[in-house]
């Protein structure tokens, strides 16, 4: 088996930002794994958030290859043995599992979806509105909705919240899913969450601050609207200790290491009456074909980080509105744009 | 597709019992999926211990047409449509994964172990030695030892328990499982717990009647041996009610449904801090290959129940002593016997 890897640097159409911050540009890796003339694909979107960086990355994958082993269809020994190794890598363990996964597929000639025994890769995406002012926000919801967008997530957690609602209500009737990204306080939140219910959030993400877990029971209490963590969950263990705490929870696969840890979280949610979403960060479709290949498991697919995009390197997702789709084509069915 | 349907008479070399009883003959079902000229194969081992007969089975068996659909390929949704139409009767959905498994993997040229993504199904079983009389007791003792098997399972939970195990340790100084069946109250467990420290118990399995699973949590306390549950644990959401009262589960197929409800439980229990063993009831080798298929995930295999019986219908599995393995044949690689 060889490995190989480079950068890509990927540009926004707009400038993208949560409660935390934001920028228009983004560097990811993009692995290749060959073996018996078949090319298996995945892409690193490294996290800061989660002590994840280019340089970790590529230091994770210079260390890999005696823990993948020399087997590539057992793509759960080899995901165990890289999460022992290196478990606080998980962007370049989930790049791994993308590789695997499609290496696996392409050489059985079935595409990743099928390979897993489930149906065919389609669902609804949300059409994630960041952080911005009212002009702008006005701009880029005019838009998702020309782009035939008919679910929308966004960013708030700032000052200007109900203004940036108000505008998007205006011309918006369908279902909002309204993201804190960890911007408040124990104290300050179930007020701030009030305030937003004449909104009709179809959900609120991730309204504490990462270590405040704990307090997420007593907002789901409010009534306002599901809570659902995201930075606070990232691994199976995680879904594990917020039982009974919130509503659902966000994966993604930069968090949890991809297909074969998302399945497990998935089973332990599930088993817990909890409901699941599957997120992303912005990156190139290569990406956002894992998650895609197991959204018809998900209550709500966030998977809109390549069609934030001015350019996508990739090509291999269809979409038809608020619908992306992967089709018949081996692997995750994801190719480089001629 | 083409479901069809038998049953198969099985009868063991010796009377098998346990502490709620035992028989020398059972019956179970072979299933057949044909479709696009593969035979996808499972067997259905119903126990009436969990609502299931033989009868209920084919009932099952002639309802389950329009849930299975007809995409053979997707038997992760078919899988959780016979759960919702049939929870019951789990036995029967495991027949069906099975055969479902089986159709994909020969239809794809490969083992149902690398179709899942795990490496070769390889694993070392124990040997079960049923309640008998002493003599018996004795005799297949060193019927195990000759034969090679150099881990056992001892049923317990009758009155003259310690003299079995006495006569065990003559004899046999390895891993010694012991299974009470459900055999004791509350009151008296802690007791007859500590009545066979002496005989180094590798694990105690299900002390309590089934509906006493809280307090399993006692019983670890006393630090005699790791505490598991089979009775007291069916299906996913019983590993979750589980959390922190026992040290492992025995997980069988005719409990859960199959390999897909077997593989959310392991995801369970390890997010847990769990340990896991994989279980079976007296059937034949095509009962016994879809759990073996999955062994590597877990820490004990009490995958016997073929090794038990006089003459047995099918063949594929091979032993080495105490160890059991499935090959490089497609599907599930079990055929009837010649």
Same mark, same amino acid.
């Given at each position: 088996?060889?490995?190989?890897?480079?950068?890509?640097?990927?540009?926004?159409?707009?400038?993208?930002?949560?409660?935390?911050?934001?920028?228009? *540009?983004? #560097?990811?890796?993009?692995?290749?794994?060959?073996?018996?003339?078949? %090319?298996?694909?995945?892409?690193?979107?490294?996290?800061?958030?989660?002590?994840?960086?280019? #340089?970790?990355?590529?230091?994770?994958?210079?260390?890999?290859?005696?823990?993948?082993?020399?087997?590539?269809?057992?793509?759960?020994?080899?995901?165990?043995?890289?999460? *022992?190794?290196?478990?606080?890598?998980?962007?370049?363990?989930?790049?791994?599992?993308?590789?695997?996964?499609?290496?696996?597929?392409?050489?059985?000639?079935?595409?990743?979806?099928?390979?897993?025994?489930?149906?065919?890769?389609?669902?609804?995406?949300?059409?994630?509105?960041?952080?911005?002012?009212?002009?702008?926000?006005?701009?880029?919801?005019?838009?998702?909705?020309?782009?035939?967008?008919?679910?929308?997530?966004?960013?708030?957690?700032?000052?200007?919240?109900?203004?940036?609602?108000?505008?998007?209500?205006?011309?918006?009737?369908?279902?909002?899913?309204?993201?804190?990204?960890?911007?408040?306080?124990?104290?300050?939140?179930?007020?701030?969450?009030?305030?937003?219910?004449?909104?009709?959030?179809?959900?609120? #993400?991730?309204?504490?601050?990462?270590?405040?877990?704990?307090?997420?029971?007593?907002?789901?209490?409010?009534?306002?609207?599901?809570?659902?963590?995201?930075?606070? %969950?990232?691994?199976?263990?995680?879904?594990?200790?917020?039982?009974?705490?919130?509503?659902?929870?966000?994966?993604?696969?930069?968090?949890?290491?991809?297909?074969? *840890?998302?399945?497990?979280?998935?089973?332990?949610?599930?088993?817990?009456?909890?409901?699941?979403?599957?997120?992303?960060?912005?990156?190139?479709?290569?990406?956002?074909?894992?998650?895609?290949?197991?959204?018809?498991?998900?209550?709500?697919?966030?998977?809109?980080?390549?069609?934030?995009?001015?350019?996508?390197?990739?090509?291999?997702?269809?979409?038809?509105?608020?619908?992306?789709?992967?089709?018949?084509?081996?692997?995750?069915?994801?190719?480089?744009?001629?």
């Amino acid at each position: 088996m060889e490995l190989s890897w480079r950068r890509q640097r990927l540009t926004t159409r707009h400038r993208f930002a949560t409660s935390q911050g934001g920028s228009d *540009e983004r #560097e990811t890796i993009v692995v290749r794994l060959e073996h018996e003339g078949v %090319c298996g694909l995945g892409e690193i979107v490294p996290s800061q958030l989660y002590g994840q960086t280019l #340089e970790s990355s590529e230091s994770a994958l210079r260390r890999a290859g005696p823990m993948i082993g020399d087997d590539p269809y057992a793509i759960g020994p080899a995901v165990d043995r890289l999460i *022992e190794g290196m478990d606080d890598q998980r962007a370049a363990i989930a790049g791994f599992d993308s590789a695997l996964h499609d290496w696996v597929a392409k050489r059985w000639g079935v595409p990743v979806w099928r390979l897993l025994g489930l149906s065919p890769a389609r669902t609804r995406t949300t059409f994630t509105i960041g952080v911005a002012e009212p002009d702008e926000i006005r701009t880029k919801v005019r838009e998702a909705l020309a782009d035939g967008y008919d679910a929308l997530k966004v960013k708030i957690g700032v000052e200007h919240d109900r203004e940036t609602l108000a505008i998007i209500r205006e011309v918006f009737d369908g279902p909002l899913l309204m993201d804190a990204n960890a911007a408040w306080e124990p104290g300050q939140a179930a007020e701030r969450i009030r305030g937003v219910a004449e909104f009709r959030p179809a959900l609120i #993400e991730q309204p504490l601050r990462r270590e405040y877990w704990r307090d997420n029971a007593a907002l789901r209490e409010l009534g306002v609207a599901p809570i659902f963590v995201d930075e606070s %969950c990232e691994r199976p263990a995680d879904v594990v200790r917020l039982r009974g705490l919130v509503d659902g929870i966000n994966i993604k696969f930069n968090k949890c290491g991809g297909i074969r *840890e998302a399945l497990r979280m998935i089973a332990i949610a599930r088993a817990q009456g909890m409901r699941v979403m599957l997120g992303c960060f912005v990156s190139s479709s290569l990406a956002i074909a894992p998650p895609l290949a197991i959204a018809t498991l998900a209550d709500f697919a966030d998977l809109d980080g390549h069609l934030l995009l001015r350019e996508d390197p990739f090509e291999g997702i269809a979409r038809d509105g608020g619908a992306i789709a992967l089709g018949e084509a081996p692997g995750l069915g994801i190719r480089e744009r001629a």
